[in-house]
Every structure is written in structure tokens, then in C-alpha cells.
């Protein structure tokens, strides 16, 4: 009974960092031509000032998807919405479950996004 209960409970930790399903959201990002704009490998984007994708974190990821559907929602709260006439067409016509899985998709490609230590933090001998 115990391992069963400890089992779940380590299935539920790991469903939640791995919520989304990557392959059905490489489907779904190529289905939708994501890449058209964020560049065929999601770190060469089309301009400048589009975001590099592959590699970002899954839930930064998932939220700004979501905040972007929102804007088009009647859950619309400006704390919760982020406004923009390009992505907010692009997120409306997703579901929930393509925005994990497209996260997970995303966030699973090789980026040159990375957290860089500062220096001051790091303890040497
Ligand atoms: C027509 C061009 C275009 C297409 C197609 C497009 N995007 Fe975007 N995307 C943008 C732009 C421009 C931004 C920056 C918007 C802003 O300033 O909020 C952006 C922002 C994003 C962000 C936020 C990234 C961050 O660092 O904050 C995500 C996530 C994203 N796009 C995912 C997608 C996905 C998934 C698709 C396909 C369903 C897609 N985009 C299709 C242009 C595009």
C-alpha cells in the first residue's frame, strides 16, 4: 500500500516537470508553421527582435503561450495577458494541451539561451 502511495506520488513529480509531450508538439508547431517566423531550428529567427525559442524553459514557455491566448479570451486580465497583434492570432487557435506540448517541444531543441552564473555566487575553495 505504502509503495503504491509513493509511487504515484513520484509519478505525479515527474508528470509535472515533463508535462507536455514533444513529439506530438513538433507535430503541432509544424502543422502551424511556428517556424516560419521563429526560424527552422527555433534559434534563427526571421527578424531580429522575434524571440530565440529552442531551449527556453518549458513553463516560461507554456505561460507566455497562454498569456497570449488570453489576450484574445474573455479570461482577459491585464496581469495575466500578454498583448501582441502576431502571437495573440498564433496562441488563439491552440488548446491547452498543444501549448505543453509545444513547450516541451521547444524547450527540448538545442539553444544558445542559458542562465549565467554570476561569478560573486559561485563558492571556490
Ligand atoms: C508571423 C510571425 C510569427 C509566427 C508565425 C509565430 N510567432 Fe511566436 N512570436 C512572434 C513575435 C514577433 C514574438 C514576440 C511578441 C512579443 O513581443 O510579445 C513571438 C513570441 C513568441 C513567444 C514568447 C517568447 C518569449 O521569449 O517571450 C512564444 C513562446 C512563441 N512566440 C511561440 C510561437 C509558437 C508556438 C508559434 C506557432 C504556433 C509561433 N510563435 C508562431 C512571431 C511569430
Known sequence: M????????LLGLSTTSQAGDKI???KKANEKACFSCHGKDYKSPIDPTYPILAGQHED???ATLKQYKRAS?????????RTNAIMG??????????MEDI??????LPGPLAINPE???????
Open 2 to 9: 505504502n509503495k503504491l502511495i509513493i509511487a504515484s506520488l
Open 24 to 26: 506530438a508538439g513538433e
Open 60 to 62: 516560461y514557455l507554456l
Open 73 to 81: 479570451t474573455a479570461e482577459k486580465t491585464a496581469a495575466l495577458t
Open 89 to 98: 492570432g498564433q496562441a488563439a487557435g491552440l488548446s491547452t494541451k498543444d
Open 103 to 108: 513547450a516541451a517541444y521547444l524547450a527540448s
Open 119 to 125: 561569478s560573486r555566487l559561485i563558492k571556490t575553495k
